[in-house]
């Protein structure tokens, strides 16, 4: 499978990547480079908004930080 890169340097992953991976809007995705490879892998257990993997509390099924909690609470 391969896809082309577009003018920004972006690519998309094919539907059924993404749902084998359960890769959905927002998700993080870690970028690893080994030799002449290069690794993407979806970034467990951190907070849907900024990234943080502190103290993580669950918010309509995706992880929160409670930083991030605090903000959302304010609405």
Do not use: Y
């Not at 003018?7 to 084998?20: K, T």
């Amino acid at each position: 499978m391969s896809r082309k890169v577009d003018d920004l340097g972006r690519i998309v992953l094919p539907a059924e990547i993404r749902r084998s991976f359960d890769i959905r809007e927002g998700d993080h995705i870690d970028i690893a480079v080994d030799e002449q490879k290069i690794i993407l892998s979806k970034q467990l257990n951190t907070c849907t908004f900024c990234g943080s993997g502190e103290a993580l509390r669950q918010f309509r099924n995706h992880p929160v930080c409670p930083s991030c909690l605090a903000e959302l609470k304010r609405f």
